[in-house]
């Protein structure tokens, strides 16, 4: 991945008189920004990329702050409202930590798959950056460093790049020389083999030798020796075989969690299937958790097949493609149907067309997932209604609503003050965050992942 270079600061909301918001264009440098006065509700800066790119993975150097987020814009956003969340808000610094200041320069790196995906697919020129630290009102905080990286970095065969993540310079990796999972034991298993192949050659000169009639009984030995020439074979006939089990197969993942989901994905990759974030037209079969979701109704309505993960396990373990209505979602599946063709053929005919054009008029329409990997837990006092509410605005966006509280819990959704429970909470699980139903309300008012800070319950 190549690193994207920073521009220029556009504006921030404040800045030290020594750690200003400039250093941190120069990632390399050991300057840092924070915001001007101790205690600020919080910490905003916007930076202008030197090019519009794709966004696959971020690192961010911590300065005091306990929640850091990211978001990406264009240059012709005109409001706010323009930018879309990459990184959700992030915790650095628990209650306690941010109490006592441990550890108060944490680094993450948020890879690919725990970004905002749909903001992934785009590209942008512009970054804002929101810190905030309600915990400890006696520090400036901000960032140490953020660096940004991009797919679109391709190197000649014979030369290295050195990544970096912040100041760290880490060792050049020669592009030729990628590593694949199982390829030191394939090259173990190879050189095995040639060793092998020596004494193989050698066997037929000893059978050239004068020996009596009793050395018959070494011809069973014979074909032991040939044996190992075979297999290679066999099992590059099976992984070729593998590779077309699915092919023609477009799918989508719903109500799956990593690293679940990413099993998921890549066996049914493996088999020649293809991958699609999203439900969309050209996908053939949605693979699900759940029924009578509303991704479960938006696919039925649109004549989708839907079947639960056990498919592409039970194909990939058992390396032949099995019916797919056996393990049809929501349905009983009909023990006569044996077909085996995953993917329906082009040629309908005109009453195939006029149906599809029926199904599409009859779509109903995508709802973004914007708490998709988000587990939510309801805490304190709520009207039936509200209760009702928040239910269903969470389960509609694919997020996960946990009965009780747990190691998964990201966010507590509640109408309390902050109490002594909150920060025993918050010792067991640092990552949590206290937010009220407001937040709630305006993701889906705006049909988008908005930042909850505004929202958050703070110790008072």
């Known amino acids: 991945m190549g690193l994207i270079e920073l521009d220029r600061i556009i504006s921030c909301s404040s800045e030290d008189k020594v750690y200003k918001a400039d250093n941190l264009l ?12 101790c205690g600020e509700k919080q910490a905003v800066v916007v930076v202008q990329l030197k090019q519009s790119t794709q966004i696959t993975s971020v690192d961010i150097g911590n300065e005091s702050s306990a929640f850091v987020e990211v ?27 941010a109490k006592a200041m441990t550890n108060p320069n944490k680094v993450r790196t948020f890879s690919k798959d725990q970004l905002n ?5 785009q590209k942008w020129d512009r970054i804002k950056v929101v810190c905030t630290q309600p915990f400890n009102k006696h520090v400036q905080y901000g960032l140490a460093f953020i660096t ?3 797919p679109e970095n391709k190197t000649d065969s014979g030369s290295s790049t050195a990544a970096h993540v912040g100041q760290f310079k880490l060792k050049p990796t020669p592009s030729d020389e990628t590593m694949k999972p199982g390829s030191l034991f394939a090259r173990r298993s190879s050189s095995k083999e040639a060793e092998a192949a020596v004494p193989e050659k050698k066997t037929p000169k000893a059978e050239k030798r004068p020996s009596p009639p009793p050395q018959s009984t070494s011809n069973p030995k014979k074909p032991k ?8 074979r066999a099992k590059s006939e099976t992984s070729s075989e593998l590779s077309d089990l699915l092919r023609g197969v477009v799918f989508a993942l719903s109500g799956f969690q990593n690293p679940l989901r990413g099993e998921l994905r890549d066996k049914a990759v493996a088999m020649g299937a293809k991958y699609r974030s999203d439900w969309s037209k050209e996908c053939t079969h949605l693979v699900c958790a759940f029924a009578n979701t509303p991704k ?11 079947v639960s993960k056990q498919w592409i396990l039970d194909c990939h373990h058992k390396k032949k493609l099995v019916p797919w209505k056996t393990y049809q979602l929501g349905q009983q599946s009909s023990g006569s149907d044996t077909e ?15 149906a599809s054009q029926e199904e599409e008029h009859d779509e109903l329409p995508v709802l973004p997932d914007l708490f998709q990997s988000k587990h939510f837990i309801l805490y304190g006092q709520f009207s039936d209604e509200q209760r009702r509410t928040l239910r269903r605005y969470i389960t509609a966006f694919d997020g996960t609503l946990e009965e009780y509280m747990g190691d998964r819990v990201q966010y507590v959704i509640t109408n309390e003050e902050w109490d002594s429970k909150f920060d025993e909470a918050l010792s067991e699980n640092a990552s949590l965050a206290f937010v009220k139903p407001s937040w709630i309300y305006a993701c889906n008012e705006k049909r988008k992942l908005v930042p909850f800070q505004p929202h958050v319950v703070v110790p008072k």
């Not at 120069?26 to 006065?37: F, L």
């Not at 978001?71 to 915790?91: N, R, S």
């Not at 995906?117 to 697919?121: G, K, L």
């Not at 085996?340 to 006029?354: F, L, M, N, S, Y």
């Open 225 to 232: 020796l040939d044996t190992p020439s075979p297999t290679p």
């Open 296 to 306: 479960f109704n938006q696919v039925h309505r649109a004549g989708g097949k839907i």
């Open 340 to 354: 085996e063709e995953p993917v329906a053929t082009e040629q309908q005919g005109p009453k195939g067309k006029a």
């Open 71 to 97: 978001l990406v814009g264009k240059a012709t956003g005109i409001k706010d409202q323009d930018f879309e969340v990459l990184v959700p808000a992030a915790m650095f610094l628990s209650h306690d930590d």
């Open 26 to 37: 120069d990632a390399a440098t050991y300057k840092k920004w924070k915001c001007a006065n």
């Open 148 to 150: 940004l990286h991009s």
């Open 117 to 121: 995906q749909a903001a992934v697919e």
